[in-house]
Structures are given as C-alpha cells and as structure tokens.
C-alpha cells in the first residue's frame, strides 16, 4: 500500500554541516573509555533531567529536587498528584524506550500506543496500548483562548499515523538518523492523535528514533533540556505553515527550520555529553593509571570497547581497527598470551574473549 507522506525541505549548508559535526561528537563520546558504574550514573542523571524537563514543558509544577524524591520515592506533594503521576510515566517510558532500543525493536504503530500508555500510566512495569483519540480536539493559547492549532479530524488519525510509521521504517538508509528524529517528532506533534500526552510522546518517540539508529549515546543527553531552555523557541519552530488548521497548509509545510532547530539542539546536548563524558573519563584514567601505563593504543581503544560489552569477537577487533578478519584473529591471539585477555568460548568458528581479570577490575 502506498505511503502518501511526503515531509518537505531542504538540506542546507547547516543542515549538512551540523549533521557531519554530530557524527564527529557521536564517534568520540562513544571512543571514551567509561566504566560501567560511572556510566550507569550519568544514564541516571540524564533520565531525571529528561523527565523533570519533558513535563515541565507540559506545564509540571515539580523542581529537579522534587523529581528525584517521587521517582526515588521518598517524598509525596499534597495537591500535586496529577504531576507526580506525569514524572513516573514519563520516567517508565524512558526505560520502556531504552529496553526496545536495547533489543533493537523496530517501530511499530502497537508499541507507539503502549509507548503513550506508559505516558499517562503512573509508573507501573507494564502498560497497555492506548486508543486513538475518538473525536477533534483543539490547543489553544491558555491565556487568550486563541486557538493555536486544530489537528486532522479523529477519522484521519490512524491512516496518518500508518503512513509515519511506515514511512519512518521504510526510510531508514535514505535520509540520516538525526532528521528522520526530527520528522517524526514533528509529525507525530502535527498529528496530535491523543488528547494528552502528545508532546512528551513525540518527544520520547525522537529519542527511540535515535537509539535505533545508532545516536543513542549510551542515554546519557537530554534533548529535553534544550526544548525547556526557550520555550518559545520550541513552539515557535514546530508551529510552521500558513494557518493553525491542519488542513489550511499544515501538513505540506517545508519543514526546513524545524529540523535547522531539532539539530542544532542535538549539537548543544552532544557537546555537553562529550565535555561531561570526556572529565568521567580523565577521572577514572587518573584513578586507574598504574594499570593503564602498562596498555599500548590499541589495548586502551579496545579497553573502551569493553566498557560497553563484556565479551570480544575477532570481527569486534576487525571492526574497531579496520582490520581484515585473520589479522584482527591474530591480535587477539597475542593479546591473550600477553595476558591482557582470556578465552570466554574456546569454540574455534565463533571464539570469544573477555579481559584478563586483572583488567576486568578496573571496571568495578
């Protein structure tokens, strides 16, 4: 079945300039020699501030402080049980997010309902997929009452919501990671196909769009902290076309300075992450030095790869140094006699190493 969505814009000299500076960030960060624990923390830390940021965008009375307290649960707000509720949710579906980037869980419509039913759960480990909206709904300025924007009829929302679906997974090669995020962040906000939850949806639906495709950095950014900085700004670049109704030239925008905006916030987050990453990093190199002394390049580079996983493959070692396979078998093989490795399997086809132990304590 064809797909009628068709995003329009242009790649600019920005835009093509900033996508080639967020792949250097990516690569370096991920290069960065951090430990499991000191990653654990900043993952951590990076989820509270993305949760305290997504809902006070939606208008959340609770500081970072008090975040932390209801999602530690240590602490209750009498007469602020509704934002309690949207900082578990939002917090629960940051987690739901991680585990289906996690198992590489391709998109789907299903997933993107349960996706919105942790939104408006209030915590739980399980939720179910939620409906559609079944009639209009319109957003208007709480102020003045003036209408911001009235989203596509309740009968249009699901056919619009199987073309993004589609089109995102059917795009995944043709159009880099970061703007395909920022397509559908736009498109799922433009749709609007509940009557709440939409932005923090949209919002968590950007961050499972980068996972996927490779810009999930560990989870240790916030996108959100952008957002929430200027508020006016975000508003300002999302609300594109001639009028606020969907129908009058909202769903055939050029949506060029949106994703100028969505980039450029993920520059800012991904310096940040590389200046916090890089000081975690000297931190623990520091603490660790004796050992490290003792490693050349290669073995320090490939000490990086074992901060993100416990075992390595001959095509690991090809990969990270752009060896051919026997070459890459080979270091492996010395490695292991110079102590610096152990056999994890010892089958010949598919061998597998972990580090010495000697090594694998500098990760505790």
């Known amino acids: 079945m064809p797909i009628n969505f068709n995003p329009k814009y242009r790649i600019t000299n920005k835009l093509a300039s900033a996508l080639v500076r967020l792949e250097g960030m990516k690569e370096r960060i991920n290069q960065l020699p951090i430990t499991p624990s000191v990653l654990?923390?900043?993952?951590?830390?990076?989820?509270?501030?993305?949760?305290?940021?997504?809902?006070?965008?939606?208008?959340?009375?609770?500081?970072?402080?008090?975040?932390?307290?209801?999602?530690?649960?240590?602490?209750?707000?009498?007469?602020?049980?509704?934002?309690?509720?949207?900082?578990?949710?939002?917090?629960?579906?940051?987690?739901?997010?991680?585990?289906?980037?996690?198992?590489?869980?391709?998109?789907?419509?299903?997933?993107?309902?349960?996706?919105?039913?942790?939104?408006?759960?209030?915590?739980?480990?399980?939720?179910?997929?939620?409906?559609?909206?079944?009639?209009?709904?319109?957003?208007?300025?709480?102020?003045?009452?003036?209408?911001?924007?009235?989203?596509?009829?309740?009968?249009?929302?699901?056919g619009l919501m199987a073309d993004m679906v589609g089109w995102l997974n059917g795009n995944t090669e043709a159009i880099p990671c970061p703007l395909r995020a920022a397509i559908a962040h736009y498109q799922f906000a433009t749709i609007h196909p509940y009557y709440d939850g939409n932005g923090r949806t949209a919002r968590l639906l950007t961050d499972w769009v980068l996972h996927l495709g490779g810009y999930g950095l560990k989870g240790i950014y916030s996108l959100e902290e952008y957002y929430a900085r200027d508020l006016q700004a975000y508003y300002d670049a999302i609300a594109l076309g001639p009028s606020h109704n969907y129908y009058m030239g909202r769903a055939e925008a050029d949506i060029t300075g949106w994703l100028e905006y969505f980039v450029e916030g993920m520059a800012d987050s991904f310096a940040k992450v590389e200046a916090q990453s890089a000081r975690a990093a000297d931190r623990w190199e520091t603490d660790k030095s004796p050992e490290l002394r003792r490693l050349d390049a290669r073995q320090r580079k490939a000490l990086a790869l074992f901060s993100r996983q416990q075992i390595l493959t001959s095509g690991d070692a090809a990969a990270l140094f752009s060896f051919a396979p026997r070459t890459a078998r080979l270091l492996l093989q010395k490695w292991t006699r110079q102590g610096f490795l152990a056999i994890a399997d010892p089958s010949k086809k598919a061998r597998k190493y972990r580090l010495a132990p000697e090594f694998e304590k500098l990760f505790r």
């Open 40 to 158: 654990a923390g900043l993952r951590e830390t990076a989820r509270l501030f993305s949760t305290h940021y997504s809902t006070r965008i939606e208008g959340n009375r609770l500081s970072e402080k008090d975040v932390r307290l209801v999602i530690e649960r240590k602490q209750h707000f009498p007469g602020r049980a509704r934002d309690e509720k949207e900082v578990k949710g939002y917090f629960r579906a940051l987690a739901f997010v991680e585990e289906l980037a996690d198992a590489k869980t391709p998109l789907t419509e299903r997933l993107l309902r349960t996706l919105h039913g942790h939104v408006m759960g209030a915590g739980k480990k399980t939720a179910a997929p939620t409906p559609y909206r079944g009639a209009q709904n319109v957003i208007k300025d709480g102020r003045t009452g003036r209408i911001v924007y009235m989203p596509p009829e309740a009968k249009d929302v699901p």
